[in-house]
């Protein structure tokens, strides 16, 4: 089974069919902060998470919405065309603020040039009646994704990772944006402290009984002055995941998922700089290669497995 020319069904594949073209992302900062670090919920954050609020790759916070997909269509240019966007509030908790500021900041993406849609990073516990009527609007007048950090299904590891939710308030977000027909986008993180490959299959089938239109598979990085960084100086074993054994578990995770969910991800993005491990994740290609042809070569695709998620 291929969709495209992938064994499974990338986001790439899903936007051309949706749109007719590439469709890219760009990635922005509203200037958002995270009830899981500024004390609502607790400080500090996910212990993975960065001081950029896993918005690495996302831009310059303090410029405008309109400056920052300026500068990031520049940078796009040179490597990809593409005549249309979605805008993507990837930076902290994207739904973490009054509904005037978040209409404002959204209006403003999507009065961009070419915008055909809005992706929105947010956590399942930041989803008030008032937010949900907001996004109900954008799902009228717009394509829109809402993505939800879910990472691990275990909460013994969500306590680990200072997660701030657990997976029945998981379930809960989900049920609330599907009521209203949204579009939810998932993400796991493969290699987890002390997580065993048992427990990464369990999340991928946790996630594939619920009902969601898509997935991100990253793999777990270490952040140069993260929580997790400082865990892994006072103890490196947490940190073990060969880039063999990542793709074996990605294998499996891709057979076990359900083939309507689009893949959007099957690795993470780290900036270079800032990578403590796994220090194999730097050579991002080799890595896509690599993943490509254990499939095939496996003859593992999308969906092979889904019944047993049953
Ligand atoms: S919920 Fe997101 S922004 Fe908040 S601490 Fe966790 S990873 Fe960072």
Redesign the pocket.
Known sequence: MRWGNKPYYSLDYFLREKFGEKVMKITLDGGFT?P??DGKISFG??TF?SSR??GEFAGDRLKSIHDQFKDQKEMMKKKWKSNKYIAYFQA??NTYASTDYLKKLYDEALSEENVVGISIGT?PDCLSDEVLDLLSYYNEKTFLMVEL?LQTSNDKTGELIN??HDSKCFKEGVQKLRERNINVITHVILGLPHETEEDMINTVKFANSLDIQGIKYHLLYIIKNTKLHKDYLKDPSIYNLSMEKYIEILGEAISLTNPKIVIHRITGDAKREDIIEPLWSIKKWEVLNSIHSYLDQNNLYQGKLFNRNL
Do not use: A, L
């Open positions: 995270c899981n670090r954050g996910c998470c609020g896993s902290y908790t956590r950090g997660r701030g």
